[in-house]
């Protein structure tokens, strides 16, 4: 059975930064292009950023770009959210899956709230 476990939100200043991890139980992890993707309070969830497999080719959210950095540690089975700047409209819930996303593989993810 295929798990995603999500870490790293907290609490942070406009500008400062944080970094989510997200470890993947199960052998697709390998195989998988992964995503990250966020849910702010009546807003839908969107895609913020991804990487392939090999973790060569990476894309964001034009909202992320230049802030955002996305990788991932195959023998670990981990994909990260390197998050810098941080600015209050990033705040919302952040959630990894696979991309496309898997509706059965959604986990609670990890709050993230930037305020001053």
């Known amino acids: 059975q295929v798990q995603l476990v999500e870490s790293g939100g907290g609490l942070v200043q406009p500008g400062g930064s944080l970094r989510l991890s997200c470890v993947v139980s199960?052998?697709?992890?390998?195989?998988?292009?992964m995503g990250w993707y966020r849910q702010a309070p009546g807003k839908q969830r969107d895609l913020v950023a991804s990487?392939?497999?090999?973790?060569?080719?990476?894309s964001y959210a034009n909202s992320v770009k230049g802030r955002f950095t996305i990788s991932r540690d195959n023998p670990k089975n981990t994909v990260y959210l390197q998050m810098n700047n941080l600015k209050p409209e990033d705040t919302a819930v952040y959630l990894c899956?696979?991309?496309?996303?898997?509706?059965?593989?959604w986990g609670q993810g990890t709050q993230v709230t930037v305020s001053s």
């Open positions: 899956n696979t991309y496309p996303a898997n509706a059965t593989l």
């Open positions: 199960g052998s697709i992890f390998k195989i998988a292009r």
């Open positions: 990487i392939t497999s090999g973790g060569y080719t990476k």
